[in-house]
C-alpha cells in the first residue's frame, strides 16, 4: 500500500510578511474610507433632495394661492369636475410637473384633485394647521402614495383664509433622484479607492525593500537579538544618526566613556565635552584603531558609516594591555639593568680577587668600603628626600636604568615629599612616565642627565622633570598632550602616544594641569601640579635637613 501524502491544512489569517499585511491594512482602510465618505455623502443628499422637493411643492403652492381668481371662483361655483377651479388647478399641475395640486375650502372640501371623482370629497389628511392660517412642509401619505407636500392658507380680498392649496410632489420621484446618484457617487468612490490601493500597493513595496521582506515576528527577534547582543557583548558600542546625535549605546559604551542614557539624543560634544574620544566618535578623526582616552582608560575606537548617514563606533578598553605594555617595558629596563650589574659585579669581583691573591688587602678593603657606600648613599639620598616608599623605589629602579643607558638621574636638591600622598599610584604612573620619556629625549645624547624634583606646597604636590634632550617646540607642546600622537617609533605590543595625555588626565582628576617648557640650560621642562594630592599634615611630619647640592642617583657607566 503506497503511503499518502498527508493533507495540507489551509491556514487562515493575516499573511505574515510585513510587505502583505503592510498593503492589506493599506487597502483596507482606503476602502473603508471610501465607504465611509460614500456614506457621510448620501445621508445628507438625501435629506437635502427631500428639502428641495418639499420647498418646491410649498412654492408651487403658494403660487396658486395668490391668485385671486381661484379664491372668487370657490366662492361663487361649485366643487365639479369641469369647474374652473378644476381646470386652472390642472393647468398648475400639468405645468409644474407636481403630483397633484388640491385646492379645499375651509371644511376640507376637495374643488379639484387629479382624480375628478375624488372632486367634492373631504381630504384625507388634516388640512388644520393650513386653514389656521400656517404654511406646511411635510412627507405623508395620502390617496395618492407618499409625497412631499406643501400647504399654504387661501385668502380672498379681504385676506380672510377660506380655504387652502395642498400641493404633493411624488416621494418616489425624490428617491429615483438619489439613487441615479449613486451610481456616480460609487464610481468616484471606485476610482479614489483604485489611486488609494495604488498608493498602497508603492508603499508597501517600499517597505518591503526597507524591510527586506521580512514578517512581524522575524523582525521581533531580530529586536530581541539586538538588544540581547548590544547589551552582552563586552565591547561598547555607540550608534549615531545621520545628525550626529548618539541614538543607542550599550553598557558597555556607558561604563567606558561614564556616561548614562540621558546622552541619548545629544551630540558627543554635549555628551563627553571637547576633547578627542568626542572628534572621534563624531568623525572628524578618521582612522581605523583611533586610541583616545577617558578618564583613565585607554580605548580603541573604530568608527563605521551606515547607510542611513548615520554611523557606530565600537570602543574596545585598553587600559590593562597598556598598563601591561608598560610593565614589560619597566621590566625589561630592570632586566638589562640587573645584566649590566651582573656584568659590573662579576668584573668587581674579578678585580677583588686579583687584590687578594696580590696580598693588597687594604686596598681590597677600601675598593669594597666604596662600591657599598656608592649604593647605600643612593638609597639613602632618595629616602631622606623622597618619604613615600612607592616613590622612592621607583626613582632608585630608574637610577639604575639611567645608568644603564649612559645618562645620570638627580634629584634636585629643592626636592621634599612626605608620606602623605593621596594617590600613591597616580603620582607613581606620572613620575614613570615623565621620567621614561626624558630617558628617551637624552638617549645617545652627549653628557645626557635628567633632574627630577618632587616638593610639597601645603597639600599641592609640584612635580618637575627636566632633561638635556632636544627639547619641544613651542608649536608642539599642546600637540604632544594628544591622544595617539607620537614622534617615537611604537614597539611591538603597544602603541604610542598614550603616556602624556595619561599625565594630563591625571593632573586634571585632581584639579591640577601638566605642560612643558624649555629647561633652564636647554632641552625641555615638565611641570605637573597636583592640588589636593596630600593629605592634612599630622603633629609629627617633618623632614631632616637634606645635603644642598643635587643628590646623585644614577651615573653613566
Do not use: C
Request: charged share 25%; glycine share 10%.
Amino acid at each position: 500500500m503506497t503511503p499518502t501524502t498527508p493533507a495540507r491544512r489551509l491556514r487562515l489569517g493575516l499573511p505574515r510578511r510585513v510587505f502583505s499585511q503592510v498593503l492589506l491594512m493599506q487597502v483596507a482602510i482606503a476602502a473603508g474610507v471610501a465607504v465611509l465618505a460614500t456614506g457621510l455623502f448620501l445621508a445628507p443628499l438625501g435629506e437635502q433632495l427631500d428639502d428641495q422637493a418639499m420647498r418646491r411643492a410649498l412654492a408651487i403652492a403658494q403660487t396658486t394661492a395668490q391668485q385671486p381668481q381661484i379664491a372668487e371662483d370657490l366662492r361663487t361655483t361649485e366643487p365639479t369636475p369641469d369647474g374652473p377651479v378644476q381646470r386652472e388647478a390642472e393647468r398648475i399641475r400639468q405645468a409644474t410637473g407636481a403630483e397633484y395640486v388640491v385646492v379645499l375650502d375651509h371644511r376640507g372640501v376637495r374643488w379639484s384633485h387629479t382624480d375628478p371623482e375624488r372632486i367634492g370629497g373631504l381630504v384625507s389628511t388634516d388640512p388644520g394647521e393650513a386653514l389656521a392660517g400656517r404654511e406646511v412642509m411635510e412627507i405623508d401619505e395620502g390617496t395618492l402614495g407618499r409625497s412631499a407636500r406643501g400647504k399654504v392658507p387661501l385668502r380672498d380680498a379681504d385676506g380672510e383664509v377660506i380655504g387652502a392649496v395642498s400641493v404633493g410632489i411624488a416621494y418616489d420621484s425624490v428617491r429615483a433622484r438619489l439613487i441615479h446618484a449613486i451610481p456616480g457617487l460609487l464610481a468616484y468612490a471606485g476610482g479614489a479607492l483604485a489611486v488609494g490601493a495604488l498608493a498602497a500597493w508603492l508603499i508597501s513595496r517600499r517597505v518591503q525593500r526597507q524591510t527586506r521582506d521580512l514578517a512581524f515576528s522575524d523582525i521581533a527577534a531580530l529586536l530581541a537579538e539586538r538588544e540581547a547582543m548590544l547589551h552582552g557583548i563586552r565591547e561598547g558600542v555607540v550608534a549615531l544618526d545621520r545628525d550626529g546625535r548618539v541614538r543607542l549605546l550599550n553598557d558597555e559604551a556607558q561604563r567606558l566613556l561614564g556616561i548614562g542614557e540621558e546622552a541619548v539624543g545629544s551630540s558627543p560634544d554635549e555628551a563627553l565635552g571637547a576633547g578627542r574620544t568626542a572628534d572621534v566618535l563624531a568623525g572628524r578623526v578618521t582612522g581605523t584603531d583611533l586610541l583616545t582616552v577617558r578618564g583613565q582608560r585607554v580605548l580603541v575606537a573604530n568608527r563605521m558609516p551606515t547607510d542611513d548617514g548615520g554611523a557606530v563606533a565600537t570602543l574596545r578598553d585598553r587600559t590593562e594591555l597598556d598598563q601591561l605594555g608598560r610593565e614589560l617595558d619597566s621590566t625589561r629596563g630592570l632586566i638589562d639593568a640587573l645584566r649590566a650589574q651582573d656584568h659590573e659585579h662579576a668584573n668587581r669581583m674579578h678585580t677583588l680577587l686579583g687584590l687578594l691573591e696580590l696580598e693588597m688587602y687594604e686596598d681590597a678593603v677600601e675598593f669594597v668600603g666604596e662600591v657599598v657606600g656608592d649604593h647605600r648613599a643612593t638609597s639613602e639620598q632618595v629616602t631622606e628626600r623622597i618619604r613615600d616608599p612607592l616613590l622612592a623605589a621607583l626613582l632608585v629602579g630608574k637610577a639604575t636604568v639611567a645608568a644603564e643607558r649612559g645618562a645620570a638621574l638627580r634629584l634636585s636638591d629643592r626636592s621634599r615629599l612626605p608620606d602623605r600622598l593621596v594617590d600613591p599610584r597616580g603620582l607613581v604612573t606620572v613620575v614613570g612616565n615623565l621620567v621614561d620619556n626624558a630617558l628617551d629625549a637624552v638617549a645617545g645624547t652627549p653628557d645626557a642627565r635628567v633632574e627630577v624634583e618632587l616638593r610639597a606646597e601645603g597639600r599641592t604636590a609640584v612635580l618637575l622633570v627636566r632633561d638635556t634632550g632636544p627639547g619641544v617646540p613651542p608649536e608642539r607642546r599642546e600637540l604632544i598632550f594628544t591622544e595617539g600622537w607620537s614622534t617615537k617609533e611604537p614597539p611591538g605590543h603597544r602603541e604610542r602616544g598614550i603616556g602624556l595625555p595619561l599625565v594630563r588626565r591625571l593632573a586634571h582628576r585632581h584639579g591640577g594641569d601638566a605642560r612643558v617648557g624649555e629647561a633652564p640650560g636647554g632641552g625641555a621642562e615638565f611641570t605637573v601640579v597636583l592640588p589636593e594630592a596630600l593629605s592634612e599634615p599630622g603633629p609629627s611630619a617633618a623632614f631632616t635637613d637634606a645635603p644642598s647640592q643635587a643628590a646623585e642617583l644614577g651615573e653613566a657607566r
